[in-house]
Structures are given as C-alpha cells and as structure tokens.
C-alpha cells in the first residue's frame, strides 16, 4: 500500500523566514496530495491541495510543488509569522477509485519571534 | 465551506462501557466518511472508510467487532467502541468527503479517556 515519509519532524524558523517541508510516497498511481495544518487539540484544515496533472500550486505565502517522477512534493511558507506555528501533514491519496488519504508523520513547525 | 461536526467533544468512561461518537456533516452530502485515531504527538491513523449504505471497510489491525462503524445517512456516521479499555483512550476524529472534487473535511475530534 501507499506509504508516506514526512521530513523534518521538527523545524524551527525565524519570524518572516522561509520554511520547507517535504514528503515523498510511494505509490506512482497516487494522484491527490493534500496538506493539513493542525493547532494543539484541533482539528486538522486543509491549507493547500496539489493533483498529479499540476507541478505547482500558489495561494498567497503557502505553495506546494510536485515531482511525479521522483514521487516527492514539498511545502513552502513564505514571510512565515507566528500563527503558522502548529503542525503540518502532507497526504496523499493512493488512487482515484479509493478516496482514503495516507497522511506523513506530521512536522512541528515551530515561529521564532 | 464544508462543516463536519462530532459529538461528544470529549467523554471520560469505565473500562467495559460502550462509547458511541457521532460524525455529522452539516451542510453537505457525504457517501464516504472516515474514522481516525490520533495519539498525542503522534499522526492520524486511518481506522476504517465508512460508506452509506454498506459495511465499513477496516484497516488492517483494527478490529472491526471493537469499533462498530455505521453509515446510515448521507450526512451521519457512528463509531461505537465497544468494551473500551485505557488503551483505548485517544482523541477520536472523522472525516467527511466532498464527492466532487473529494476533499476530506474533518470534524473537531473527540477525545476519549477510558478510567
């Protein structure tokens, strides 16, 4: 089955510096690559979605990149600030007949002031 | 947007008691719901799809006579755990999926403390 690896698990950035996140699967038939962030007891939201036909998605100072060929995808946040503080999963859907999402590890992103 | 409830948000029980928590989606249809188990730290780990209508499909290691799944409408999902031990204890959470273009949106969560 679909396997996702998550990287780093924590990361510490300084306010209005960059962050990076990446995750790779395992699955080439995998098409939809979900991101999720979530604050401490709530529920996780959906920040950014990228589909296998698209190589990049923007929407303001988050983006998502995909590399079908090396099956990896990463998140950027730009101008991070400290709401941004919380946890992030990528996912990703193993096919299009089977809506379950595999989610990744997590990582703690954590803003320094 | 799509707005998933559950109930309760949290529930302290003995162990041996049943604990039925509910999955609504509130303002749109969802023939696949789904159930995680989250623990402290730690990633959503998908339990069971949940489709109206039909049988839960369970994960492996997840005992389907344990977690009792049902999706009787379009817009509600159960999950029961039946004779819940501590190990049981865990934050609880759905999901509900948008047919078209099959975003997921989660509930809040229930949080389960089995004494």
């Known amino acids: 089955g679909e396997n996702v690896e998550q990287h780093p698990s924590t990361l510490s950035v300084q306010e209005g510096d960059s962050a990076v996140i990446k995750c790779t699967y395992s699955?080439?038939?995998?098409?939809?690559f979900p991101w999720y962030k979530q604050e401490l007891g709530k529920r996780p939201q959906l920040i950014i979605d990228?589909?296998?036909?698209?190589g990049e998605k923007k929407d303001q100072r988050i983006a998502v990149t995909l590399n079908k060929t090396a099956k990896h995808f990463s998140l950027h946040i730009t101008e991070t600030q400290p709401e941004d503080s919380a946890v992030y999963f990528c996912?990703?859907?193993?096919?299009?007949?089977?809506?379950?999402?595999?989610f990744g590890s997590g990582t703690r992103l954590s803003i320094r002031p | 947007g799509a707005v998933v409830s559950q109930h309760p948000s949290w529930v302290i029980c003995k162990s041996g008691t049943s604990v039925k928590i509910e999955c609504r989606s509130l303002?749109?249809?969802?023939?696949?719901m789904f159930w995680y188990r989250q623990f402290p730290k730690q990633s959503l780990m998908l339990m069971a799809t949940?489709?109206?209508?039909?049988?839960?499909?369970?994960e492996q290691g997840v005992e389907k006579d344990k977690f009792l799944i049902n999706h009787a409408s379009l817009t509600l999902s159960t999950l029961t755990v039946t004779s819940a031990h501590p190990e049981d204890s865990s934050f609880y959470i759905c999901?509900?999926?948008?047919?078209?273009?099959?975003?997921?949106?989660f509930g809040p969560g229930t949080r389960l403390l089995v004494l």
């Open positions: 999901s509900a999926r948008v047919d078209k273009p099959g975003t997921q949106y």
């Open positions: 699955d080439s038939a995998s098409n939809y």
């Open positions: 990228i589909r296998s036909n698209v």
């Open positions: 996912a990703a859907r193993p096919n299009s007949s089977a809506s379950k999402i595999i």
């Open positions: 303002d749109f249809q969802a023939t696949t």
């Open positions: 949940s489709n109206e209508g039909s049988k839960a499909t369970y």
